[in-house]
């Protein structure tokens, strides 16, 4: 895989990731966990791929979420 494709699917994840590193009120604590449970998943993957340490699940998470934060550009 030439760098900088990998280079580009790892930004494509890190930006994904920001969408769940929200601020919300204190109250809502059940929203923040979950959306940092996703957060670390995110960043988990981004290490993996990052270090060649990927599963075929792995992969199919990342194609998967590539595959839908790019569908309207197809």
Known sequence: ?????K???IT?????AETFNNNYPDH?????????K????IHSLINK???????KADYETILFHIWQINHKLI
């Open 12 to 16: 494509e994840l890190e930006n994904w």
């Open 1 to 5: 895989m030439t760098a900088e494709y």
């Open 28 to 36: 809502m604590e059940e929203i923040i966990e979950e959306e940092n």
């Open 38 to 41: 996703g957060y670390d998943l």
């Open 7 to 9: 280079s580009w699917i």
């Open 49 to 55: 791929f990052s270090n060649d340490e990927c599963s």
